[in-house]
C-alpha cells in the first residue's frame, strides 16, 4: 500500500477514535511536517528566535488537538497542518512586534533558526491582511494561496483537498498571486 494510502488509512482510523492509529501516523508524517516547516522559515534570514523544529512541534501539538475534523487524506491533512503554521507564525511575528514596543529579551538557540527582521514582520502581516481580504471576495483561491504558498503543497494536492481539477487551481493561483501583488504594492 503507497504510502499516501497508509496515511489516509491511518487518518480515517484515527477519526474513528483510534488512538494508537495516531501513534502510527506520526512517524509517517514527520518528514512532511518539517519539510512545510523549513518551506515557511526558508523565507526568513538566518537568526530568529522561531526554529523549524519548534514550529514543526507547535503544529503537531495543534494538529493532535483538532477534534472536530474529519480527515479526508493525506493531503487535507498537510492543507491543516499548513494553515496552522502560517497561524503560528503570524502569532510569533505579532508578539515580536510587541516585544519590540517594550517586551522582554527572547532567548535564542542557534540550531534551525530563521529571523523575522522588523521589515519580514511587517510583509508577513500586511499579507495576512491581504490574504483575509481575499478571503471576503473569493474564499476558494484564498485557500489554494494559503496551502500552495504557505504549506508549499503542489497543485495535485491542493486540487485533491479543495476537490478541483488542477488546471483550475492553477487558474485560481495565478489569479490570486495577481490580486494579492497589487493589494500589497496598494499598502506600501
Do not use: C
Amino acid at each position: 500500500m503507497p504510502s499516501s494510502q497508509i496515511i489516509t488509512q491511518l487518518l480515517i482510523e484515527w477519526n474513528n477514535g483510534e488512538t494508537a492509529a495516531l501513534d502510527r501516523l506520526m512517524p509517517l508524517v514527520e518528514s512532511e511536517l518539517r519539510r512545510i516547516a523549513r518551506h515557511y522559515m526558508r523565507r526568513e534570514k538566518p537568526g530568529s528566535t522561531l526554529q523549524t523544529t519548534a514550529l514543526m512541534n507547535e503544529a503537531y501539538l495543534k494538529l493532535v488537538d483538532q477534534k472536530q475534523v474529519h480527515w479526508q487524506n493525506r493531503a487535507h491533512f498537510f492543507a491543516l497542518a499548513s494553515q496552522l503554521m502560517r497561524r503560528i507564525l503570524l502569532d510569533h511575528a505579532r508578539s515580536q512586534k510587541r516585544a519590540k514596543r517594550g517586551g522582554g529579551a527572547v532567548h535564542v538557540v542557534l540550531d534551525e533558526t530563521a529571523i523575522l527582521t522588523p521589515a519580514k514582520i511587517e510583509d508577513l502581516i500586511a499579507l495576512d491582511e491581504a490574504l483575509s481580504r481575499l478571503a471576503e471576495i473569493d474564499h476558494v483561491k484564498a485557500k489554494i494561496v494559503e496551502m500552495r504558498h504557505f504549506g508549499g503543497l503542489s497543485v495535485e494536492e491542493t486540487a485533491e483537498v479543495l476537490q478541483l481539477a488542477p488546471v483550475t487551481v492553477m487558474r485560481h493561483w495565478s489569479l490570486a498571486k495577481a490580486w494579492l501583488r497589487r493589494e500589497l504594492r496598494g499598502i506600501k
